[in-house]
C-alpha cells in the first residue's frame, strides 16, 4: 500500500528566510508525485508535479521540490518565503493523478 | 470561470439525518473524486468516478453513496449521518487519469454532525 509521511506538523520561519518541507513516500513503482497548497478556508492548489525525467522541478509561486529514489524523498523547498506563503502543505503519491494518497500536512507560519 | 464548485459551504446535522454534498464542474472533465479531509490525515479519498455512469470506492467508502448520471455532477450522500463524519469535504476533478492531469479542488464543504 502506498502511504505518505510529513514528519513536521507545523513549520515556523521568519519571512525572506528559506523553506524546506520534507515528505517521505511508500510506493511499490515509479510513483506520480504532488505538492499542493491550501490556504485558509480553500481548496487546494497544485504547486508542482513530478512523475519523470528531471529530479528537480519547478512549480508555481516560486517553489522547487527534489525527488530522490535512495531516500523515498520528494522535498519543497522556497529561497525566501513571503507572508503569503502562510498556508497548509500536502504531499501526495499515486499511480495516477486522481487517485491520490495525501500526508498529514504541514503548516507553515511565516513571522514577519 | 467556475471550477469546481461545491454547495453548501457549511452544513449542520443531528444524527441520523440524511443529506447530499454537491460537486458540479464546468471543465468537462472526465474524473471526479470525493474526499474528506481531518486535522493530521490528510485528505482520504472516499469515491471517485471515471466517467458518466462508472463509479468506485476509495479508501474510506463506507456511509457515503456517489451517482454520476451526468459528466458536470457527482453528488455525494450521507445515508445516515454519524458524528465521525464531521469533517470536511473536497470534490476535485480532472481531465484524465494520468500524471499530467492533476486535480482541480472545490473549496470545500465544512459537515458538523451533532
Known amino acids: 500500500a502506498q502511504s505518505v509521511t510529513q514528519p513536521d506538523i507545523h513549520i515556523t520561519v521568519s519571512e525572506g528566510a528559506s523553506l524546506e518541507l520534507r515528505c517521505n513516500y511508500s510506493y511499490g513503482a515509479t510513483p506520480y508525485l504532488f505538492w499542493y497548497v491550501q490556504s485558509p478556508g480553500q481548496g487546494l492548489q497544485l504547486l508542482l508535479k513530478?512523475?519523470?525525467?528531471?529530479?528537480l522541478v519547478q512549480g508555481i509561486k516560486g517553489f522547487e521540490a527534489e525527488f530522490k529514489r535512495s531516500q523515498s524523498s520528494f522535498n519543497l523547498r522556497k529561497p525566501s518565503v513571503h507572508w503569503s506563503d502562510a498556508a497548509e502543505y500536502f504531499c501526495?503519491?499515486?499511480?495516477?493523478?486522481?487517485?491520490?494518497?495525501f500526508g498529514g500536512g504541514t503548516r507553515v507560519l511565516v513571522k514577519p | 470561470n467556475a471550477g469546481v464548485t461545491q454547495t453548501p459551504k457549511f452544513q449542520v446535522l443531528k444524527t441520523g439525518q440524511s443529506m447530499t454534498l454537491q460537486c458540479a464542474q464546468d471543465m468537462n472533465h472526465e474524473y471526479m473524486s470525493w474526499y474528506r479531509q481531518d486535522p493530521g490525515m490528510g485528505l482520504r479519498l472516499i469515491h471517485y468516478?471515471?466517467?458518466?455512469?462508472?463509479?468506485d470506492q476509495g479508501e474510506v467508502p463506507n456511509g457515503y453513496n456517489v451517482s454520476r448520471s451526468t459528466t458536470e455532477d457527482f453528488p455525494l450522500r450521507l445515508l445516515s449521518a454519524a458524528p465521525s463524519q464531521t469533517s470536511v469535504y473536497f470534490c476535485a476533478s480532472s481531465r484524465g487519469q494520468g500524471g499530467n492531469q492533476p486535480q482541480h479542488f472545490g473549496d470545500g464543504t465544512r459537515l458538523s454532525i451533532l
Open positions: 501526495a503519491v499515486g499511480p495516477q493523478g486522481n487517485k491520490l494518497t
Open positions: 513530478y512523475f519523470s525525467g528531471d529530479t
Open positions: 468516478s471515471v466517467g458518466a455512469g462508472i463509479t
